[in-house]
């Protein structure tokens, strides 16, 4: 079965329903002893990372979750959910993160603006705009050469560090 972790801050139930459409087991998990009865686990969120962190740390979710990885269960993090994996973010303080993928979150810049291909987007940025795969993964498989998707965010991701699939 799919976990989807509730923690309190998440869009869980789209995120269930999304997986239930696409014809995958998936319920939504709130107990380290439930994460371990999933061979996958999806991380998702809505909200700041100091306040999600402390969330997972108060149920101990956060040593289910780096247990459920270190097994090779496979993860998937959504929106902060993928932030939360992460060393450390500077949303609103310095905060530690599950420290799953080396990096630091932090917030682009908001007294410009960003170009993108043509386009001028404004931070925080909010709409559809082409997704430019560099790496082959099957997270991206049928999606097609340059696909549109939704983003809504002021944040992003600061290393150096090969990222694996």
Known sequence: MIGVID????????VEKAFAYLGFDAGIVKTPS???????????????????ISALKLGGLDLAVKQAVSE???????????????????EGGLFEGLKLLPGRIVRLDEDRS???GGAELKIPHMGWNSLTVKKPAPLFEGLGGEPFVYFDH???LETDAEIPD
């Open 72 to 90: 090779g269960r496979m993860f998937l993090g959504i929106c902060l959910g993928m932030q939360l994996i992460f060393d450390e973010s500077t």
């Open 7 to 14: 923690y309190g801050m998440g869009n869980l139930r789209s």
């Open 154 to 156: 002021a944040y992003y």
């Open 34 to 52: 439930e994460i371990e009865r999933c061979d996958k686990i999806v991380l998702p969120g809505v909200g700041a990372f100091g306040d999600a």
């Open 114 to 116: 960003v170009k993108y």
